[in-house]
């Protein structure tokens, strides 16, 4: 199994710290999108320190976001990060709503899973996505694959998606406001 773009042994070690970091800011986001939504903003693991306590949490909300973001998307039905990516159609999905014009949709095909992932990682690719993905790892891992590849692709899709552009939004504003 490729995944492009990671490191391996003493980087990804040094790199815990940042990805704990990262982990919370997510965590942060899908709290905010909950409270939102009308929600609490807290999970039910949390001991009232503003972090969850279960790392299962944050799968849980990704995987929530994950099945908001496509749905009514035909042949489409998110219930893990395994299974119901492995025909393409679920990363079709995801990238298609947030860049539409990247990803003819209605034209897309789960039968032809090699298309369809190619299709999806390109769009995402080019328009700045980490390619931490690789098509022919995908079409070998067959209709069930690596959970913990995916869920890593689908953060990365998370964090491009959604925290860049509000983290960008936020700096705009505090330098209008002249912070």
Known sequence: M???GGRAGGAAAAGGAKAAGGAKAAFAM???KDI?????GKASSEQGTGAPTNPASIKERLLVWCQQTTKGYKHVNVTNFS??????MAFCALIHHYLPN??????LNPKDRRKNFEIAFKA???NGCAPLLE???MIEMGDKPDWKCVFTYIQSLYKHFVMMPQAMAARAA??????
């Open 2 to 4: 490729v995944i492009r």
């Open 135 to 137: 098509v022919n790892d």
């Open 36 to 40: 939102d939504a009308g929600g609490t």
């Open 83 to 88: 299974s119901s990516w492995a025909d393409g």
């Open 102 to 107: 990247a990803i003819n949709y209605d034209s």
């Open 124 to 126: 995402a690719d080019d």
């Open 174 to 179: 505090e330098q209008a406001a002249g912070r």
């Open 30 to 32: 899908f709290q905010q």
